[in-house]
């Protein structure tokens, strides 16, 4: 009985505890996700193993996404009844490295901006940044904002990080279409 117990004990200790962050291994799909759980499948991410270091390769779902010309750039997006997400990529250098304490890299390549359905061009404040955390096997994150004119002008020679912790913002509750990201 007292083996029971401890056992049972023990079992409750490890769910309350936090999940162990696996390493990231094999290709995955890349989904971002509605307040109602909709998942929309935006494209794939294979991870691999260089030496000590994880790599990646992004490829998106260009079945998902429309083309649209926004402000004298092409842009693909994603279309929403209100609101369209449209991909921003990053336009300085990346390794492309990750690891389940540092997916910054990763979160460099998703990065978006919002606009109304109906509005011509975009503003670059409207960023979306998605922060990343590992969970398991897969990735999960939650939608900030973030000012994209951070990133209008090249960072200094070495510098592979110039988004700042200040320059990225919680929004304010239920006021995003695709509040979230899970890579799974």
């Known amino acids: 009985m007292r083996r029971l117990f401890s056992s049972i004990l023990l ?46 390769d992004l490829e998106f779902n260009d079945e998902v996404f429309s083309e649209h010309f926004l402000s004298m ?28 304490e540092d997916l910054t890299d990763l979160e460099y390549d998703l990065l978006f901006i919002h606009k109304g359905a109906t509005e011509y061009g975009i503003n ?10 590992a969970d398991g096997d897969h990735l999960v994150g939650q939608l900030h904002e973030m000012d994209m004119d951070v990133l209008s002008a090249p960072p200094e020679a070495g510098n592979l990080r ?15 279409w695709l509040p979230g990201i899970v890579i799974e």
């Open 162 to 176: 110039p988004i700042k912790h200040d320059d990225i913002h919680e929004p304010d509750p239920d006021s995003h």
């Open 124 to 133: 670059m404040w409207n960023g979306i940044y998605y922060r990343l955390n």
């Open 73 to 100: 750039r092409p842009f693909k997006c994603l279309e929403g009844p209100d609101k369209h997400w449209c991909h921003v990529p990053y336009p300085y250098e990346l390794q492309r490295y990750v690891s389940a």
């Open 11 to 56: 079992l409750g200790l490890a769910s309350a505890l936090p999940s162990v962050a696996k390493p990231l291994t094999g290709q995955k799909e890349i989904f971002l996700v509605d307040d109602a759980g909709h998942r929309i499948l935006i494209g794939y991410v294979k991870f691999s193993q260089n030496g000590e270091t994880t790599i990646y």
